[in-house]
Each structure stands twice: as structure tokens, then as C-alpha cells.
């Protein structure tokens, strides 16, 4: 495709003719022909925001089609995209006169905005939703919607300022990213330049200059690189094709402003792109380019042995020039460059009959069918727009099963999403994960490369914690662990619903009777599908409802009745109601050993990760559902900054009872010089002092070293410590610490 610059020239019908004849494709120029003499008429006095005849936006995107090698019925349908949404043509009428192919394809890009919704978001949702459906059916759908998104950025100038920030963000977080998941580059690169111009100008503006002020040494510096190459390769390689690139304005928006880094601190701005026959000779070029140039430390990537799930491949390395400066190497065979700029768009010809190249196109766009499923059981459309933004973003890790099973998922996400993606029940069993074979806490990113192997349990009451969400980047596994809440936890989630719920009311100053919020809820549920108040509070509970909106409703409804019974006092006045009294102070009763600040009788437990006894500084969190976990006030788990943290409100005051007499369990680390007798006498020791024993192991580790892990009962820090004092005096015990 030509520069940005060239691409904003309007076009004729004589240019898309052509562009047709100049592709070399075999064409249907009499349906293409009828196509645009039907839109051209049905769009006669229309203009768009530049003052252009509306017929330029049908065919621009039609032009666009044909660069992307699309065929006769999807150009006819780009051509016609808008006629049905804005003017007097009906899909029957389109059907009849060009094919049942070309109205289903319209239908796919046409927008439902007749159809009411409460809020912008989900008609937005309920469009994205509709248009993959139809891709799911026929991939020329999206390729058709990328095509009209495209023109359309790049002819923002001429929209108001905030309709420019708004397609830009939508351009930005749905459309590119979509475009990215088909490996459509030349699309989605452009759709990100362009948005990123009106999201952030300053910064936009910024890297052109910078890289304008750099182009004639930049142009230098790779046509020279290339030189050296082509010296080294054409002897030995046959056919080499060798070509140059700068990385988009976006990817280096990305590394500067998000990653903090400057423009010489990006190593892949240039890059030279080396094309030849066969996957072999990929691997040959790779050799000569180590040979000719200082690679750097893992900065290489193999596409080609494990290929993105956007059908990417190539090999990537990044080298240092003989002038000391980095650039990348992508090395790729004719066919995967032709997939690399063109993605899907490239092998959608199943169309065509061939039916083993359907099977692949299925395969393809499993994810789509997959977000469908998982939008269906949550029914909340507008999880469609968190899952492109979260799961279809470019950046992405490849990890491996201790088999060698390749797992794809987007960075930043966690050893839980990886367990998620293998399977539902691995997640769910899931207690601990193992990193490159070290056991890893729960909210560990995983990067690319790694060996991920996850520890589960054959327990069946066991499964996955509420916190989770908090910490899992992707929607598929955020929405397995609803579901599991939605079904295993019912009575939980309507405890916790309800807590979520009357906390916001609270919040924002909404005082109502208990029947009264059934009431409502009721009312509010029969639009959610749900019957009963406790369906509501459950649905709210495990995630399925978003509270935001279910506020704006009982907000209204409240007002309502307010404004109701306001008006019914002033018309009667009635006896004046007296004040009512004061409730007396609550009397505070410890549970479990521990007073809580402002709560009587409240379910407590003490925390896992830090496990406090009794003289420990502390502090109570409360939980949805399970009372108040009581942490260390030293935990790693407990902010340092309260005011900070995002649920401050959570956290709250929390000490001892001076008359504790409870028991609790405590592990220690006894660390010793390696002898024969040393388990022995460290359990004849505790057995001694008359204590408890839950487990007891021991490990050996380098040097002679052993680590043994004791967990046992005891009344509190004091008697801990007499405790520890008395393993200290083991023969070659070394140290003894609480773990």
C-alpha cells in the first residue's frame, strides 16, 4: 500500500477500474459495474463531512478491497455496504438484484441503530457482536467493515473533535486489534497511526519529527545495510529480495511513552526484511546475518517453528551494524509474506470449493465462535468489547506445557489465565503453579519461553478463589471462574451481591427498606433475565450482572418514589414522626481471639500467607463472603500506602483480646549442617515440650545444607518463640524461622 499522505485522494470509478485491471485477478465487471451505478444513484445529493459526494466512501473502501485482493461479490458489497442503512434500498431488494452472497454480506456491515439501547456501550457491544457472527459465517464480512473503518480514519479531519477522539478510541481498542487477530498488518498498522493522531497528537507530532529529521540518514543507513547483504547472499541463495521498513508510528508510541524508553532505546526502528523460496533458505540467511553482524542476547524469535495464532510467521533477530547501530532482521519465505501483509484476506479463497482449505479457515477463527459462546453464557454483550481489548491486543507470549505444548495467550497475563486456557477444570483444581520447575506464586506473569507446569487437587470441594478476577488478564478465564460461582456457589454469591450492592447504595447516599430493594429488583431483573431478587444478588455476586449497571436504574426508581411520597406529605401533612432514638454503642465481642473494629461476631480467619499468632501487629481485611481475613500488618499481601490501595474501605482495624487462649498452627524453617539422626531429633524435641505435630518433611540441599519444615499448634507468639529457642539447641541446627 502507498504512503498515508497518497492515500486521502479521492476516488473515481475510472481508479477502481483500474486498480481491478492492474491486480491481474480475474474479475465480475458487469455485477461490480451494476453495483456502483445502483449506489451512485441511491446515494445522488448526499455529501459527506469534507463536502465530497458520499459514492467516494463506497468507493474508497472498494478500492481498498481490491489492494487486499478480495473478489467480485465482496467489492459489489463494499461498493453497496451503506445503501440499506441510509438510503430506500431493503436487503430483499439487494438479494434479488445481486445475490443472496452479496445481501448477507451487507447485512454483516450494517450497523443496528434502530435497535433502543439503555447506553452507547451496548449498542456498541451489540454491533461488534453481530458483525462476528457474520464473520464467523463469512470472513469477507470483517474484512468489508476493516475496509469502511479505514477510510473513514483516515478522513477524520473533517469530524468534530470529539467525534474524532470517539472513532479513534473505538478505531484503537476494537477494530485494530481485529485486524491484528487476522494478521491483516498493512490494516491495522494504519488504522493505529492514524487514531493515535487524534488520541495524542503531542506525542504523535513528536515521533514524526523525530523520525522525519532521521530519514535521509535513515534511508542511508538501510540502503547501505542492504547492500552489504544482498553482497553476501546472492552468491550462495538464489532469488533473494531485500527491502527495508521503519516501524510504525504506534509500536513506537508503545515503547516510549508506555514502556518509559527514549527513540535510541528502541532496537527495532529499522529493519530489513529479507524474502526468499523456501523455508530452508530462512534458516541459511539466518546463519549469514550472525555471521556478518553482532547479534544481541535474546533478542531472537523463531515464527516460523511456532507460528503466531495470527498465522504469522518469519524469523526475527536483531543485529548490531558495523556502525554500532541495532536493527531487526525478518527473514520469511514469499507465501508467509504474503500472509504477513494480508493475513486472512490471503486464504479466504475457500470460498471458492476447496474444502480442505475450509477446514483450515474453521480452525482459524475458532476465537470468534469461542467469544461467542463465552458472551452467550454471561448474556452481557458488552464482554465482547473487554475481551478484543483484553485478548486481541498485539502483544502476545508463547509458553510451553511440560509436554512441549505451545500456549499463546496476551501479556501480562498470569500462570491462572495459562491454566485457564488449558482447560476449565485445570483452572478450577488448580493450588499452586510451577515456573521453569520453581513454585511461583499465584500472580506471577508468565513470558515467553517459559515452562509452565500447573499443581492441582482431586478435592472436589476445592475451586478458585473470588481474588482471581482481580489478578487474570483474560476474559475467557475471568469468565470460567464466574461460572463456576454462577453454579458451584449460589447462597455465597447472593451474600456477596447484596453486600456489593447495599455498599454502593450507601455510597451514594440511597436509603430504602429491605422489601422496597426486593421490590425494585425484581422489577429491574425481569430485563436480566432473572426472576427473583436472590437472582439478581447472585447474578451481581459471582459477576454476571455489572453493578454500574443496575445502579442508574434503582437510582431512577428511587428518586421516583422519593419525589412520590414527598409530594403525598406536602398535600397531607401528617403527625409529626418522632426522632428516632439512638442505637446503643455495639458491644464488641471478640471471635476467634480477635477484636474487629466496628464488627461483633464476625466470621474470622487467619490468613495463610503470613499465618499470625497472638502478639503479631495485625489488621483485618474483609472478604466477599468469608468474614474477615486477618493478616500480619507486615504480609507482603497488605498495602504499605492505604490510601493508594484501590479498596481502602476493605481494610480495617484489628486486635488481639488480651485473654486469648486459642491454638493456632505455625510452620517453621529449621535450617542444620546434613547428619544422619538430625529428623530424629528434632521431632524427639518437639515431642518434649508436648506440642502438636501437623506435618513434618525435610529436603536436602547443596553444600550439606537441610531445610526442614515443621507445622505445629501453639498458644501464641511467646510460646513460639520458647519454642524456636529449644530447637536452636539441636546439635548443627543452624537457624530456625518462622515461614
Known sequence: MPEYEIKNEVKTYEDLRALMEKSGHEFDYDLIDRAYHVADEAHKGQVRNSGDPYIVHPLAVACILVELGMDSECIAAGLLHDVVEDTEWTLPQISKVFGETVAHLIDGVTKLGKIPYSSREEQQAENIRKMLISMSEDIRVIIIKLADRLHNVRTLQFKPPQKQRDVALESMEVYAPIAHRLGIRAVKEEIEDRSIQYLDPVAYHEIKSALEKQSHDREAFIQKTIEQIRGRLQPMIPNVYLTGRVKSINGIFRKMFLQGKTLEEIYDVYAVRVIVDSVADCYNVLGVIHDMFQPIPNRFKDYIGTPKPNMYQSLHTTVISREGLPFEVQIRTWEMHYTAEYGIAAHWKYKLGMGGERNSMDERLAWVRQMLEEQKETGDATDIIRTIKSDLVPEEVFVFTPKGQVISLPAGSTVIDFAYAIHSAVGNRMIGAKVDKRIVPLDTKVHTGEIIEILTTKDATRGPSRDWLNIVKTSEARNKIRQWFKKEKREENIVEG????????????????????????????????????????????????????????????????????????????????????????????????????????????????????????????????????????????????????????RWVSARWESDVQEEFKSTLEIMAADRSGLLADVTQQLFNMHLFIHSLNSRELKDGVAVINATITVNGRDHLEQVINRLKNVKSVQSVRRS
Request: overall charge neutral; charged content about 25%.
Open 498 to 649: 447484596r453486600s456489593q450492592l447495599e455498599k454502593e447504595l450507601r455510597r451514594n447516599g440511597i436509603e430504602m427498606t429491605d422489601e422496597l430493594l426486593q421490590m425494585m429488583l425484581e422489577t429491574i431483573g425481569r430485563h436480566k433475565s432473572c426472576a427473583t431478587a436472590d437472582d439478581m444478588f447472585a447474578a451481581i455476586g459471582y459477576g454476571g450482572i455489572q453493578l454500574w449497571k443496575v445502579l442508574p436504574r434503582v437510582r431512577d426508581e428511587w428518586l421516583k418514589m422519593k419525589k412520590t411520597a414527598e409530594a403525598a406529605v406536602e398535600a397531607s401533612p401528617a403527625a409529626p414522626v418522632p426522632e428516632k432514638p439512638a442505637a446503643p454503642p455495639r458491644a464488641r465481642k471478640a471471635a476467634s481471639g480477635v477484636l474487629i473494629e466496628g464488627m461483633d461476631n464476625c466470621l474470622v480467619k487467619f490468613s495463610r500467607c503470613c499465618n499470625p499468632l497472638p502478639g503479631d501487629e495485625i489488621i483485618g481485611f474483609i472478604t466477599r463472603g468469608y468474614g474477615v481475613s486477618v493478616h500480619k500488618r507486615s504480609c507482603t499481601n497488605v498495602p504499605q500506602d492505604m490510601a493508594a490501595c484501590q479498596e481502602p474501605e
